[in-house]
């Protein structure tokens, strides 16, 4: 007399890591073999190629946008703005802005686009 069960097990998982590479675990790696029929390998080979695809888009799309936010801003990602401008006073402005650079102060240009903007050249 035996006893059969028909149960599903995890093979291989993959998945997208956040650096980009397709992770693949495999729950029972204690095995030094594992046989996969032709549908599971064809399968795993499927979420492979799905996850490695995924990869790509997600790697051009970080990409683009950091492309985008670097053409947009060079090295500073904000535009230097006086505090008047930054209060919505645009006709108080003298031109300038002061930043704090660790214990310095530096004076420079203030970077306000706004209508009516009194410090702009």
């Known amino acids: 007399m035996s006893v059969t069960i028909d149960m599903m097990v995890v ?5 997208v890591t956040d650096d980009y590479q397709v992770e693949l675990r495999t729950p029972i790696a204690r095995k030094r073999r594992t046989v996969l029929d ?10 492979l190629l799905a996850a490695s695809e995924d990869a790509r888009r997600m790697l051009a799309e970080d990409r683009a946008a950091a492309d985008a936010d670097q053409a947009a801003h060079g090295f500073d990602v904000d535009p230097v703005i006086c505090r008047d401008c930054r209060e919505g006073k645009h006709g108080a402005c003298i031109g300038s802005a002061h930043v704090e650079r660790g214990v310095e102060i530096d004076e420079v240009a203030c970077q306000c686009t706004a209508e009516g903007h009194r410090g702009r050249s």
């Open 11 to 15: 093979v291989a998982d993959v998945e």
């Open 38 to 47: 032709l549908a599971a390998a064809e399968r795993l080979g499927l979420d």
